[in-house]
């Protein structure tokens, strides 16, 4: 038995009931899923194509830069507009391409502060077109994070925004407690270690709010993460807080299940493995890849072309004659190609660290 047994569809991009399927298989069989953050059609065929031929369920995301690339550089993007259309279009064209590769894709949104609640209302206006045609919502899921505001503040936001998704049976992933390092413009560098660390009373202040309005819900608790990729010993990851959490939440509802959060592993770029297994025995569900993703399709293009430099300087003449064409060098096929391979394999080493791999 596998994970597309207990979910209705098979393949392709995956919402409501079957999400809460997913997370809930992935507790029970002790594994995660990585949330890569893509900005390209290329990059989403690398994520797919890994997650394919690791025979595994798969979590795409888009932040809100990402989102405005996608939509063009180009694009005005003072009101969101950029970051609100190149969301949709990705959406879309995900939607389109995911059930080519026979894998359950949740769509996701990242991290959306304060002042990016405008691209989350954008979304979410996309989200009810589409809920009007089709009965379900473009997105899978999107995330609201006010980790910077107060914490009254944060669950009451938090909470409005849940009740908008409730009746889309949209999932809504929050975060408590700062994500420290930089990220996508959002940069939490000189903040206080202790803001680093959520507290079990606070999961639970959390889980009272938003459980009476919709089971559909995911936590991003701080436990020490950083984004971005740093010296070993310089970030301090306590994943056993995680299990205190839990066994708070579980004494305080009387809840028969040992992990009734669902938890998502942010800044996880860099970790070590035993971190991860750590993280997920109490319960994290989705464990987000960035940094090391852009390395790692970086890495492809780059050695691509310092290993046929002299074949790309110009369309003819290299070192097999002066009257050589280039083209087949520096067709855009070729080289973009490369990253998505180095991407991919960096993607399904995630795939078995996280132990999703084969759970199809």
């Known amino acids: 038995m596998g994970v597309q047994d207990v979910l209705s569809r098979k393949s392709g991009v995956i919402v409501g009931d079957d999400v809460l399927k997913l997370f809930n298989y992935a507790q029970e069989k002790g594994f995660a899923m990585p949330a890569v953050n893509c900005t390209s059609s290329s990059t989403v065929v690398a994520v797919l194509e890994a997650a394919r031929d690791k025979k595994s369920p798969i979590i795409i995301q888009m932040s809100q830069g990402g989102s405005a690339y996608f939509a063009g550089k180009g694009v005005p993007n003072g009101k969101q507009e950029a970051s609100i259309a190149g969301a949709v279009a990705g959406a879309h064209y995900i939607r389109s391409i995911a059930p080519a590769y026979g894998i ?14 405008p691209w989350l209302d954008g979304m979410m206006d996309a989200d009810e077109a589409y809920f009007k045609i089709h009965g379900e919502p473009l997105f899978s899921s999107h995330m609201i994070d006010l980790s910077e505001e107060s914490k009254e503040q944060n669950i009451e936001t938090t909470a409005k925004y849940l009740k908008r998704a409730a009746p889309m049976k949209q999932w809504l992933e ?38 009476a309005i919709s089971p559909y819900f995911s936590i991003a608790a701080g436990f020490g ?45 860099g970790s070590e493995k ?40 110009k369309p003819v003449g290299n070192p097999d004659g002066d009257d050589k064409p280039n083209k087949k060098y520096f067709d855009p096929r070729v ?5 998505e391979k180095t991407m991919a394999a960096r993607v399904s ?5 996280f132990n999703s791999a084969g759970q199809l």
């Open 349 to 353: 080493e995630g795939l078995v660290d």
């Open 335 to 339: 080289w973009v190609r490369e990253g």
């Open 104 to 117: 359950p894709v949740v769509l996701h949104t990242d991290h959306c502060a304060k002042k990016l609640l």
């Open 225 to 269: 993460n950083v984004h971005g990729v740093y010296k070993p010993g310089n970030v301090k990851l306590r994943p056993e807080l995680l299990g205190r959490h839990q066994a708070y939440v579980k004494q305080k509802i009387n809840a028969k299940e040992d992990k009734p959060v669902f938890l998502v592993f942010h800044g996880g770029s």
């Open 174 to 211: 929050m975060e408590i407690g700062i994500t420290g390092g930089e990220e996508d413009g959002v940069n939490n560098e000189d903040v206080d270690n202790n803001s680093l660390y959520t507290q079990p009373e606070d999961i639970y202040d959390i889980y009272h709010t938003l459980s």
């Open 274 to 313: 035993e971190e991860y297994k750590t993280a997920i025995s109490y319960g994290v569900v989705k464990v987000n890849l960035d940094t090391d993703t852009q390395f790692a399709y970086l890495t492809g293009i780059r050695d691509y072309m310092l290993n046929k430099k002299d074949y790309v300087m």
